[in-house]
């Protein structure tokens, strides 16, 4: 089960190697300790001051370089 927290870790320290993103947060059950073997790790990324609706089409393609990405939205209030 150690190995969601060590991919939590990774993606969060990725993302912060990028400029324009201001914050990568992990939340749900990863971050609260309550996952199990069936569970996923959700993140929330900040790219406030930039284009964020562009930006927002990017992560996937970035996040597919570490791990395969098996879902991705974001709010449409963004556009």
């Known amino acids: 089960m150690d190995v969601l927290i060590d991919i939590a870790s990774s993606v969060r320290s990725y993302f912060s ?4 993103i201001k914050d990568c947060i992990i939340y749900g059950s990863v971050a609260n300790g309550g ?6 790790v ?14 927002a089409l990017k992560i996937p393609g970035l996040l597919d370089r570490l791990y395969p990405v ?10």
Do not use: M, R, T
């Not at 996952?35 to 996923?40: R, T």
């Open 17 to 20: 190697s990028f400029p324009e």
């Open 35 to 40: 996952f199990d073997e069936y569970s996923d």
């Open 42 to 55: 959700d993140v929330e990324i900040d790219v406030s001051g930039c284009d964020n609706s562009l930006y």
């Open 70 to 79: 098996v879902f991705f939205d974001y709010a449409p209030s963004l556009k």
